[in-house]
C-alpha cells in the first residue's frame, strides 16, 4: 500500500513565542513532502494581516504549497477579490474557501450587505479571478446551522458545481460516520475527494468545546480513554497517537488516501501518525 498525500493546517500565532513553535512545527513537517498546507483565517474574519503575513513567509521562504484561507466574514466583496488577485499573482494556486462564523456567534446567521453570503458564493466569485484550487469544507454529522441532513449535502454539491475541487471534513472519531458520509456523497453524484480531517487530541477539555461549536460527536470509548489523565500529560500523549493512528489506519484500509490534519501548531503527534501511515521524511527526499 503506497503511503497517502497528506495536507497540514497552521493558524496565525498571537504572539512571539507561539510564531516560534509555529515556525518549529513547519520546519519539523516540511520534509513529510506535504501536499498542501493550509493557513487560518480567524473565525470570525479576524487576523487577515496576520495570515496574509505567514501566507506570505511560508509561499516565499519554504518549498511548500500554501493554502491560505478565505471567509466570507468581516470584509467586502471587492476587499476578498483584490486579495484573491494578490495570492494569485503571487503565485499561490490553491484556496480554502470558507463562510466563517460571525464573531458574536449570534444565530442565525446574517450575511455581510456588501460581502459573500456563503462558500457557494466566495467559490463563485475566486472562480472569476483565477481558476484556483479551491477547498471546501464539509460535515460528516451535519453542519449544526443545516435545517437537515440532505440539506448540507446539497449545499456541499453546490460547492462543487461552483468550482470547488477538494472538500475537507470537520474532525470526527467514529470512522463509520465518515464512510456513511463519503457513501452518500458519492450517491448525492459528488465526485471531488472527500479528504477527513484529523484532529489530534493534544488536550481533551479542548476538543470537548471544539465538537460542542462544530457539532462533531465525541463518543464514550473516548472519553473513558482520558479519564483520570487530568495531570498525566505523557499518557495523554500516548493515548492520543494510539487513537489517531488507529482512526488513520482504519481509514487507510477503507481506501482513503489524502488526509488533512488540524495540527493546532504542534508537530509531534501529526509527525508520528504520518509515520504510522508510511508518510516518512525519507522518501519525500526520494521522491524530490
Known amino acids: 500500500m503506497s503511503p497517502p498525500a497528506v495536507s497540514f493546517e497552521f493558524f496565525p500565532p498571537s504572539d512571539a513565542e507561539n510564531e516560534a513553535r509555529l515556525w518549529a512545527t513547519v520546519e519539523r513537517l516540511q520534509p513529510l513532502g506535504p501536499h498542501f498546507v493550509s493557513v487560518t483565517y480567524g473565525a470570525d474574519g479576524s487576523v487577515r494581516d496576520r495570515t496574509h503575513r505567514i501566507v506570505s513567509h511560508i509561499h516565499e521562504n519554504r518549498s511548500l504549497r500554501v493554502a491560505p484561507h478565505l471567509t466570507c466574514i468581516g470584509a467586502s466583496r471587492a476587499e476578498i477579490l ?28 446574517v450575511p455581510q450587505p456588501d460581502g459573500f453570503g456563503y462558500a457557494v458564493d466566495l467559490v463563485e466569485g475566486l472562480k472569476t479571478i483565477a481558476d484556483f484550487q479551491i477547498s471546501v469544507a464539509c460535515y460528516p454529522e451535519t453542519h449544526p446551522e443545516a435545517p437537515s441532513r440532505q440539506f448540507d449535502l446539497v449545499n456541499l454539491k453546490r ?46 477539555p479542548q476538543v470537548l468545546k471544539f465538537a460542542e461549536r462544530c457539532g462533531a460527536h465525541i463518543p464514550k470509548w473516548l472519553v473513558r480513554r482520558f479519564e483520570g489523565l487530568e495531570d498525566d500529560a505523557e499518557t495523554r500523549r500516548l493515548i492520543s497517537a494510539a487513537v489517531a493512528i488507529e482512526q488513520v489506519q482504519t481509514l487507510q484500509r477503507e481506501g482513503v488516501d489524502e488526509f488533512h490534519f488540524y495540527t493546532l501548531n504542534r508537530a509531534e503527534l501529526s509527525f508520528a501518525i504520518c509515520h504510522a501511515l508510511g508518510v516518512r521524511a525519507q522518501a519525500a527526499a526520494r521522491a524530490a
Open 159 to 204: 460547492k462543487v458545481e461552483a468550482g470547488a475541487s477538494r472538500a475537507i471534513t470537520q474532525f470526527f472519531f467514529e470512522t463509520d460516520i465518515y464512510l456513511r458520509f463519503r457513501d452518500r456523497c458519492a450517491a448525492a453524484g459528488i465526485g471531488v475527494s472527500i479528504v477527513p480531517g484529523i484532529l489530534p487530541i493534544t488536550r481533551f
Open 82 to 109: 483584490e486579495l484573491a488577485r494578490r495570492y494569485w499573482s503571487a503565485g499561490i494556486r490553491h484556496i480554502v474557501a470558507l463562510r466563517g462564523d460571525p464573531p458574536t456567534r449570534v444565530l442565525p446567521y
